[in-house]
């Protein structure tokens, strides 16, 4: 049997479930999850193999009008994701009727390769709703396949997933067999803290923090992590750290517990939390968190 290979990448607004699919397909939690708009802000491949086939999955920021240069940067991701995508799955959720930007949507619209547009969160709709979105979808995207979806509920995710085998060229793995992402352990780590704060933080606190972490010693029955959370201003680093330590305890336990499901070993997490100033507006800070590459 022949053995196909290719790159598949999931563009649409924020929040729309293109981190739930990406997980559903790979079979592990790659990218955080949370009801919060902006959640991923990397470029994050996930890949799964086959006998015969390697899917390399790619889970892009949500498309967005950039206010300042992080969210820049995060728009440089999903512009590389139309470069190099053998299939784009553009997806969308019911009652959406475009992306957020329309230079995106016109390189939707002039796609040379295939695209399957992915009706996501059917599961929240009627049957006439559904049907009104297929046309509308279908007048303004007559080039794109169209597939309801629940990803969350893991409706019509498998059938998608055979279809896009289909639509991959013939061509050698790209990456090790055994391979599950792109991503190094420390991202995992830096992501699952920061999915904890995006969570139990309001307002503008979740989207000025940035997650490093120092160190990651691995022995055989134990992993010890260091991570230090960036904030933008000493009063952040107050809410974040809450009463005698108690929000940043939790922040830790939390992510603690997620880390020894994903890395199936017991985990020691130390956190601390430093100020740096106006990090998400200076380019060499935004380097060093991997952004601006």
């Known amino acids: 049997?022949?053995?196909?290979?290719?790159?598949?990448?999931?563009?649409?607004?924020?929040?729309?479930?293109?981190?739930?699919?990406?997980?559903a397909f790979v079979g592990e939690k790659l990218s955080i999850i949370t009801s919060k708009a902006q959640t991923t802000r990397h470029r994050i491949l996930g890949i799964v193999n086959g006998d015969d086939?390697?899917?390399?999955?790619?889970?892009?920021?949500?498309?967005?009008?950039?206010?300042?240069e992080l969210q820049s940067s995060m728009m440089d991701f999903v512009k590389s994701a139309f470069e190099d995508a053998d299939v784009l799955l553009y997806m969308v959720e019911i009652g959406e009727k475009a992306?957020?930007?329309?230079?995106?949507?016109?390189?939707?619209?002039?796609?040379?390769?295939?695209?399957?547009?992915?009706l996501n969160k059917i599961d929240t709709s009627d049957q006439v709703a559904l049907e009104e979105q297929m046309q509308h979808w279908q007048a303004?995207?007559?080039?794109?396949?169209?597939?309801?979806?629940?990803a969350l509920e893991n409706f019509n995710v498998k059938e998608v997933f055979e279809r896009i085998l289909e639509l991959l060229p013939e061509a050698p793995p790209y990456y090790p067999k055994d391979q599950l992402t792109d991503k190094p352990e420390r991202f995992f780590v830096n992501e699952t803290i920061r999915e904890k704060i995006l969570l139990h933080y309001k307002k503008e606190i979740p989207y000025s923090v940035e997650v490093e972490t120092e160190e990651f010693l691995e022995d055989e029955d134990i992993?010890?992590?260091?991570?230090?959370?960036?904030?933008?201003?000493?009063?952040?680093?107050?809410?974040?750290?809450?009463?005698?330590?108690?929000a940043l305890k939790r922040v830790g336990v939390e992510a603690r517990k997620d880390l020894e499901k994903f890395f199936a070993k017991q985990v020691h997490i130390e956190l601390y939390v430093k100020v740096n100033k106006n990090w998400r507006s200076n380019s060499q800070q935004l380097k060093r968190f991997g952004y601006n590459n």
């Open 1 to 23: 049997m022949a053995h196909r290979s290719g790159f598949v990448n999931i563009i649409g607004n924020p929040n729309v479930g293109k981190s739930t699919l990406m997980n």
């Open 53 to 68: 086939f390697q899917v390399i999955l790619s889970d892009t920021p949500g498309i967005i009008k950039p206010a300042y």
């Open 99 to 118: 992306l957020k930007d329309e230079a995106f949507f016109k390189k939707i619209q002039n796609s040379k390769i295939p695209v399957l547009l992915l």
């Open 140 to 150: 303004v995207l007559p080039n794109a396949e169209i597939h309801p979806i629940s």
């Open 223 to 246: 992993i010890r992590i260091r991570s230090v959370i960036m904030v933008e201003r000493d009063t952040q680093k107050g809410i974040i750290i809450g009463h005698k330590g108690s």
